[in-house]
């Protein structure tokens, strides 16, 4: 179910292409856009004031001429030192990551860091890939 956060961000875990959910927390907010939840998640933000429904793919617009060009980045690209200490304890939730003795937004920032290595977690293993993995 299509959601769009209006309110703070939420620690969202995209669908794979095989329908489960991935491992991974991604930070959306309402800049992101649209994201898919499952029903229950989606009624829940709704009802908590933090998103709303939607019923349709919004429609991209062309940017003004005098718009930067875009960025070839992933909507997680906001680097964690510009995130409120509120984000970080959220996404930190989202990773497992026991937040309460967690006092100050560096520390969070260390966890957080610490679980991760390179956006991906340090638990996890990556499969070698092949020229036939890669899409165009």
Same mark, same amino acid.
Request: charged share 30%.
């Given at each position: 179910?299509? %959601?769009?956060? !209006?309110?703070? !961000?939420?620690?969202?875990?995209?669908?794979?292409?095989?329908?489960?959910?991935?491992?991974?927390?991604?930070?959306?907010?309402?800049?992101?856009?649209? %994201?898919?939840?499952?029903?229950?998640?989606?009624?829940?933000?709704?009802?908590?004031?933090?998103?709303?429904?939607?019923?349709?793919?919004?429609?991209?617009?062309?940017?003004?001429?005098?718009?930067?060009?875009?960025?070839?980045?992933?909507?997680?690209?906001?680097?964690?030192?510009?995130?409120?200490?509120?984000?970080?304890?959220?996404?930190?939730?989202?990773?497992? %990551?026991? !937040?309460?003795?967690?006092?100050?937004?560096?520390?969070?920032?260390?966890? %957080?860091?610490?679980? !991760?290595?390179?956006?991906?977690?340090?638990?996890?293993?990556?499969?070698?890939?092949?020229?036939?993995?890669?899409?165009?």
């Amino acid at each position: 179910m299509l %959601i769009l956060i !209006t309110n703070g !961000t939420y620690g969202h875990s995209p669908k794979l292409p095989d329908g489960s959910r991935s491992r991974y927390v991604v930070p959306v907010n309402r800049k992101s856009g649209p %994201i898919d939840v499952e029903p229950e998640e989606a009624k829940r933000l709704v009802e908590a004031g933090v998103a709303e429904y939607v019923t349709a793919e919004p429609e991209t617009k062309a940017p003004k001429a005098a718009e930067a060009p875009v960025k070839d980045e992933p909507l997680d690209a906001v680097p964690l030192e510009e995130m409120t200490f509120a984000q970080l304890k959220e996404i930190a939730k989202g990773m497992g %990551i026991d !937040t309460g003795r967690i006092k100050s937004k560096a520390a969070m920032i260390e966890a %957080i860091s610490a679980e !991760t290595k390179d956006g991906i977690p340090a638990d996890e293993e990556l499969p070698e890939l092949t020229a036939q993995d890669v899409v165009d």
